[in-house]
């Protein structure tokens, strides 16, 4: 893994990045290293262990509780949406064949919590070019940074779903919606959920919603790409940009985004995914349920898994050679991936290029860490081919 940094250190100074950090754990030999900056205007250099937005690797975080609450039989996956949410049951979904009235009058299929785990539940994202996503946008879905994770929810039952659920794969905010459905069964807020079940079992000490102000100093500054400028710049451009994202709110919750972690603290979730215990022997999640987690659910008419964005760079579909497992992409087809070889190769990543992989046949976990909106997807493609050119 030597290369890494001479690899990294190029992209920085190419203008790609402003500074990365990286954790591998193969056979539990332990391969970490950092460069360059947390804040390229100020030159500070990146700390070890610095914190991070980690955007959408929050899903997998909340993914696992709510197994948990399956393991422990408080939910089941084949439970109805409404079931814990009754302000859906109006839900609608939009017509593409009707423009006289947008909404589909046949619709009779209420999201399960496997849909919602799965992206099968119909819900969209704001960051998308669909007619429920330019309806999130209008009404600021998850803009705020002072509204609580209910009332988010409350503000996403007013609006019709995009799809019938389970009729195709759409990535989208429905693990804010198993967010407030773990609130709701456990009578508890999300942060504090979160806190007893994985952050302090895990000791991941520097994950949450919110950062003290004696850790700001470690936060690394966010940027976003330009590809016709090649150069970084302060977020402005992205939608998702407008998304909250708080420093230290303590009732900000959410379950898409919205949580900060550190190399380290995401790295022992990510070893946790190779057996479902902690090292010193305590279960987070039952052998059962960690294979089911870990296993492809979709039939091949949801093939090939897709996210297009508006404006995105990437000409590629990384996601071609996965299939989707409770709460992660899953490696099903080694012929389409030309990076990956390892049937069952899991994970995720966030908007700001930060990424992790978890790879049992090879008992290897891997976790990359950045903050860069729209990046150049060669830095994740450099520390993957690094990964598996050295096993």
């Known amino acids: 893994m030597k290369n890494l940094f001479l690899k990294f250190q190029q992209h920085i100074d190419n203008g790609l990045y402003p500074g990365v950090e990286w954790k591998i754990n193969y056979k539990d030999n332990i391969y970490q290293g950092k460069v360059g900056y947390l804040d390229l205007s100020a030159k500070k250099p990146i700390q070890t262990n610095s914190i991070y937005r980690i955007w959408s690797m929050t899903k ?8 948990q609450l399956i393991d422990e039989k408080r939910i089941q996956l084949d439970d109805h949406l409404n079931l814990y949410l009754p302000i859906f049951d109006n839900l609608q979904v939009v017509s593409f064949n ?3 009235n947008p909404l589909d009058k046949d619709f009779n299929i209420m999201p399960t919590i496997k849909d919602l785990l799965l992206h099968t539940a119909g819900f969209s994202y704001n960051f998308f070019d669909d007619e429920v996503a330019k309806e999130y946008s209008k009404k600021k879905l998850f803009f705020s940074s002072d509204t609580t994770l209910e009332e988010e929810i409350n503000i996403l039952a007013s609006c019709p779903l995009l799809y019938q659920p389970n009729r195709k794969w759409h990535y989208s905010v429905s693990i804010d919606v198993l967010g407030r459905i773990i609130e709701i069964v456990t009578k508890d807020k999300l942060q504090n959920v979160l806190k007893n079940r994985i952050f302090e079992p895990l000791e991941m000490v520097d994950t949450s919603f919110c950062i003290k102000e004696d850790k700001h100093q470690r936060l690394m500054t966010s ?4 590809s016709e400028e090649k150069k970084l710049i302060k977020p402005r451009n992205q939608n998702i940009a407008l998304y909250g994202y708080p420093l230290n709110n303590p ?3 959410r379950g898409g985004h919205g949580l900060y972690s550190s190399i380290n603290d995401y790295s022992k979730f990510a070893e946790m995914l190779l057996s479902g215990k902690t090292k010193d022997g305590k279960t987070i999640l039952s052998d059962n349920m960690l294979r089911l987690a870990s296993s492809n659910h979709l039939d091949d008419v949801f093939f090939p898994l897709e996210i297009n964005i508006p404006g995105s760079q ?3 579909n990384d996601l071609e050679p996965y299939g989707w497992g409770l709460g992660f992409r899953v490696l099903v087809n080694t012929e389409k991936s030309n990076k990956i070889k390892s049937i069952g190769e899991f994970g995720w990543a966030g908007a700001a290029a930060t990424f992790f992989l978890v790879d049992p046949k090879n008992n290897l976990s891997a976790v990359l860490m950045t903050q860069v909106l729209n990046a150049d997807k060669v830095l994740r493609d450099d520390f993957i081919e690094e990964i598996y050119n050295n096993l």
């Open 60 to 67: 997998p975080i909340i993914s696992i509780v709510i197994l």
């Open 98 to 100: 009707n423009q006289t």
């Open 223 to 226: 940027y976003e790409y330009i």
């Open 251 to 253: 009732k900000y919750a």
């Open 314 to 316: 990437d000409e590629e």
